[in-house]
C-alpha cells in the first residue's frame, strides 16, 4: 500500500521560513517523479514544484520561484519543499503528489498558514 505522509507545516510570520517534507513508503520511490501543490481556501489546487525521479531537473511556479527550492533523498524516500521569504498568499493545505506513467498518488496534506 503505497502511503505519502506530510509534515513540516504550521504558523509562521511573514518573511519567515518552513520546510516541509514527505516521506514515501510501499513504491519504488526513485522511480516517481515528486510534486507539491497547494490549495487555497476557496481556490483549485495548483503545482507549486516538481522533480524528477533522479532528482536531476525541477520547476517551479512563478509564484514561488526564487522563494521555494524542491529536492528529494532517494535513499531515505523522502522529497522536501524548503520555503523561504513566506507571504501571507502562500497559506494553503500542501500536498505531495508521486506520479510513474499511469500511477499517481496523493499525501493528505499539511496546512501552512502565513500572517503576523
Known amino acids: 500500500q503505497v502511503q505519502l505522509v506530510e509534515s513540516g507545516g504550521g504558523l509562521v510570520q511573514p518573511g519567515g521560513s518552513l520546510r516541509l517534507s514527505c516521506a514515501a513508503s510501499?513504491?519504488?520511490?526513485?522511480?516517481?517523479?515528486m510534486s507539491w501543490y497547494r490549495q487555497a481556501p476557496g481556490k483549485e489546487r495548483v503545482l507549486v514544484a516538481n522533480?524528477?525521479?533522479?532528482?536531476?531537473?525541477?520547476n517551479y511556479a512563478d509564484s514561488v520561484t526564487g522563494r521555494f527550492t524542491i529536492s528529494r533523498d532517494n535513499a531515505k524516500n523522502t522529497v522536501y519543499l524548503q520555503m523561504n521569504s513566506l507571504k501571507p498568499e502562500d497559506t494553503a493545505v500542501y500536498y505531495c503528489?508521486?506520479?510513474?506513467?499511469?500511477?499517481?498518488?496523493w499525501g493528505q496534506g499539511t496546512q501552512v498558514t502565513v500572517s503576523s
Open positions: 503528489y508521486a506520479v510513474w506513467r499511469w500511477s499517481v498518488h
Open positions: 510501499g513504491l519504488t520511490f526513485s522511480s516517481y517523479a
Open positions: 522533480i524528477t525521479g533522479a532528482g536531476g531537473n525541477t
